[in-house]
């Protein structure tokens, strides 16, 4: 799917913040509407059971729509399907405020449709920023890691909104608030991004064939299968939301109920790993463009991932472990924009819905699954050797982009694009700095009178230090057109042609010593011997 490029500078700058801040409205209506119909049902039917069969079913709906209607988004467009998914989600919310009442049947129905219109409109609105940074020649990992701040934030602000609503307003009323601001969103895309560009294949003003449903649908999974990247990340994402999903419900909570009493505790945990995620994505906003993307996703696994657990099980101080999870909410902000922008990058338009789609129903079947494990382990185990349990298999799962470092390497061969800058303006202070301290280095040397080379990348060597012929190495060094190099080579040359020289005349004033002392041993031995 690509988009045309708007013609007005500011609209073009905008385009960008403008398709961002739609799904931060967007974030912020689904996170009101996550709390307030779940109160809506135990408020009308007054049933625990029937609060999680809405939740569940608009969950599950969510998850298969974003890959059974991908073909469709495709022959729709991302950008008319986020506007009418975002508009028949307000008349949808506004259905559940009138009629939400009348019956658990009906509520059930229009939550189900609910959970399918906003797989929509998340969808096609990630869908759209791909030709939008393409447009502004922007780096992927920054807008990635920006975003990310941004709508985690807007998560923050819609949960505090929707208990605040739900307290001044009803759960009627909160309702109502969300459709709003799904109608905002669709304002947004509206006005912020511009009309899709015409898609043409083959000669000009031939339209591009549809491809049949079921033969698109069988394209996106054949095109996952063949890209053994995207299936490892993919994995990897199944893992870490499980074990994300069973601190949340149930290590966290049961270590606050079973050590401190207090359900203060619980949110300043989340608050802890929220903000430290918000703050992280601002830093790595700033640096991504100048490091390795694997090197920055292996070290927020490993340092944000496994400790965040294991400090369940050490320690008991409330003030230890709000830091330890503000630290690694600030490590792991590499993660989620690093796999964001391969992502972008490396799926091609055509296939980014039905792979975006796959992607996402895989990484989220893990969700489920986590809350429902963790209780097994904790009741056969005990809180503590479960979650010494979770720590172990969560570091264990983090190992395997060091495993098979052969293709998560290729998390850098993605394509990383630099700040977009004039040819002829000087680069900005600092660039490249974490690609020059973990990049691949090649090291000619010169000492002892010969010359060697080595490489490295990283910690890892990749070529021990060997020597090399002179004539290689100063041919190699003429290739280099840097004056202060040449300065320093001819002076080097010129400084061993003296030395050679003086320890030439040395050993010819040592030779021609030794010759006399040989002529005065040689005339000794010629002469007679007196008895």
């Given at each position: 799917m690509?988009?045309?490029t708007?013609?007005s500078?500011?609209r073009?700058?905008?385009?960008?913040?403008?398709?961002?801040?739609?799904?931060?409205?967007?974030?912020i209506g689904g996170?009101?509407?996550?709390?307030?119909?779940?109160?809506?049902v135990?408020?009308?039917?007054?049933s625990?059971?029937?609060?999680g069969v809405v939740?569940g079913a608009e969950?599950?709906?969510?998850?298969?729509?974003g890959?059974?209607?991908a073909?469709?988004?495709?022959?729709?467009?991302?950008?008319?399907?986020?506007?009418?998914?975002?508009?028949?989600?307000?008349?949808?919310?506004?259905?559940?405020a009138?009629?939400?009442?009348?019956g658990?049947?009906?509520l059930?129905v229009?939550?189900?449709?609910a959970?399918?219109?906003?797989?929509?409109?998340?969808?096609s609105?990630?869908?759209?920023l791909?030709?939008l940074?393409?447009?502004?020649k922007t780096d992927?990992?920054?807008?990635?890691?920006?975003r990310?701040?941004?709508?985690?934030?807007?998560?923050?602000?819609g949960a505090?909104?929707?208990?605040v609503?739900i307290a001044?307003?009803?759960?009627?009323g909160?309702?109502?608030?969300d459709?709003?601001?799904f109608?905002?969103?669709?304002?947004?895309?509206?006005?912020?991004?511009?009309?899709p560009a015409?898609?043409?294949?083959g000669?000009?003003?031939?339209?591009?064939?549809?491809e049949p449903?079921?033969?698109a649908l069988?394209g996106?999974?054949?095109?996952?299968?063949?890209?053994?990247?995207?299936?490892?990340?993919?994995?990897?994402?199944?893992?870490t939301?499980?074990?994300?999903?069973a601190?949340?419900?149930?290590?966290?909570?049961m270590?606050?109920?079973?050590?401190?009493?207090?359900?203060?505790?619980?949110g300043?945990?989340a608050a802890?790993?929220?903000?430290?995620m918000i703050?992280?994505?601002v830093?790595?906003?700033?640096?991504?463009?100048?490091l390795?993307?694997y090197s920055?996703?292996?070290?927020?696994?490993?340092v944000g991932?496994?400790?965040?657990?294991l400090?369940?099980a050490i320690?008991?101080?409330?003030?230890?472990?709000?830091?330890?999870?503000?630290?690694?909410?600030?490590?792991?902000?590499s993660?989620?924009?690093?796999?964001?922008?391969v992502?972008?990058?490396r799926?091609?338009?055509a296939m980014?819905?039905?792979?975006?789609g796959?992607?996402?129903?895989?990484a989220?079947?893990?969700?489920?699954?986590?809350?429902?494990?963790?209780?097994?382990?904790?009741?056969?185990?005990?809180?503590v050797?479960?979650v010494?349990?979770?720590s172990?298999?969560?570091?264990?799962?983090?190992?395997?982009?060091?495993?098979?470092?052969?293709?998560?390497?290729?998390?850098?061969d993605?394509?990383a694009?630099?700040?977009?800058?004039?040819?002829t303006?000087?680069?900005p202070?600092?660039?490249?700095?974490?690609a020059?301290?973990?990049?691949?280095?090649?090291?000619?040397?010169?000492?002892?009178?010969?010359w060697?080379v080595?490489?490295?990348q990283?910690l890892?060597?990749?070529?021990?230090?060997r020597?090399?012929?002179?004539?290689a190495?100063?041919?190699a060094l003429?290739?280099?057109e840097v004056?202060a190099?040449?300065?320093?080579?001819?002076?080097l040359v010129?400084r061993d042609?003296?030395n050679?020289?003086?320890?030439?005349?040395?050993?010819?004033?040592e030779l021609?010593?030794?010759?006399?002392?040989m002529?005065?041993i040689?005339?000794?031995?010629?002469?007679?011997?007196l008895?």
């Amino acid at each position: 799917m690509s988009v045309a490029t708007p013609k007005s500078p500011w609209r073009r700058r905008a385009a960008i913040p403008g398709l961002v801040a739609a799904e931060a409205i967007s974030v912020i209506g689904g996170r009101m509407s996550f709390l307030a119909i779940p109160w809506l049902v135990l408020v009308t039917t007054g049933s625990p059971v029937k609060v999680g069969v809405v939740a569940g079913a608009e969950t599950l709906v969510y998850v298969l729509s974003g890959v059974l209607a991908a073909p469709l988004q495709d022959r729709i467009g991302s950008r008319t399907t986020s506007i009418l998914s975002d508009g028949a989600s307000a008349v949808v919310m506004g259905a559940i405020a009138l009629t939400g009442q009348l019956g658990f049947g009906v509520l059930i129905v229009l939550s189900t449709l609910a959970g399918v219109l906003r797989a929509q409109a998340d969808r096609s609105k990630n869908n759209l920023l791909k030709p939008l940074m393409d447009a502004a020649k922007t780096d992927f990992g920054r807008v990635s890691a920006a975003r990310e701040g941004v709508l985690r934030t807007s998560g923050l602000i819609g949960a505090s909104v929707g208990g605040v609503a739900i307290a001044a307003f009803g759960a009627v009323g909160a309702i109502w608030f969300d459709a709003l601001t799904f109608l905002i969103a669709a304002v947004l895309v509206v006005f912020f991004i511009p009309d899709p560009a015409s898609r043409r294949e083959g000669a000009a003003g031939a339209a591009p064939p549809h491809e049949p449903y079921l033969t698109a649908l069988r394209g996106g999974f054949t095109y996952f299968r063949n890209e053994p990247l995207l299936r490892a990340v993919t994995g990897m994402l199944f893992f870490t939301n499980l074990f994300n999903q069973a601190s949340a419900v149930v290590f966290v909570p049961m270590w606050v109920l079973t050590v401190l009493h207090s359900p203060v505790a619980l949110g300043s945990v989340a608050a802890a790993y929220a903000i430290g995620m918000i703050v992280g994505s601002v830093v790595f906003a700033t640096l991504a463009p100048y490091l390795p993307r694997y090197s920055a996703l292996v070290f927020g696994y490993f340092v944000g991932g496994a400790p965040r657990f294991l400090i369940f099980a050490i320690s008991d101080d409330l003030t230890v472990i709000v830091i330890v999870t503000f630290l690694s909410g600030m490590v792991m902000c590499s993660v989620n924009p690093t796999i964001g922008a391969v992502i972008y990058q490396r799926v091609p338009g055509a296939m980014l819905a039905r792979a975006g789609g796959i992607i996402t129903a895989v990484a989220m079947a893990g969700i489920p699954l986590g809350g429902v494990l963790a209780g097994l382990v904790v009741e056969r185990l005990g809180l503590v050797n479960g979650v010494l349990l979770a720590s172990l298999l969560y570091f264990a799962v983090t190992l395997t982009p060091v495993i098979r470092h052969r293709v998560w390497r290729e998390l850098n061969d993605a394509g990383a694009r630099a700040p977009a800058a004039d040819r002829t303006a000087p680069l900005p202070k600092g660039y490249g700095l974490g690609a020059a301290a973990l990049g691949p280095r090649v090291t000619l040397r010169y000492a002892d009178g010969g010359w060697t080379v080595h490489a490295r990348q990283g910690l890892r060597t990749l070529a021990r230090r060997r020597p090399v012929a002179p004539k290689a190495a100063l041919h190699a060094l003429t290739r280099i057109e840097v004056p202060a190099v040449h300065t320093a080579v001819s002076e080097l040359v010129s400084r061993d042609r003296d030395n050679t020289r003086l320890e030439t005349v040395r050993k010819r004033t040592e030779l021609a010593r030794m010759e006399y002392v040989m002529s005065d041993i040689n005339a000794g031995l010629r002469a007679p011997h007196l008895p």
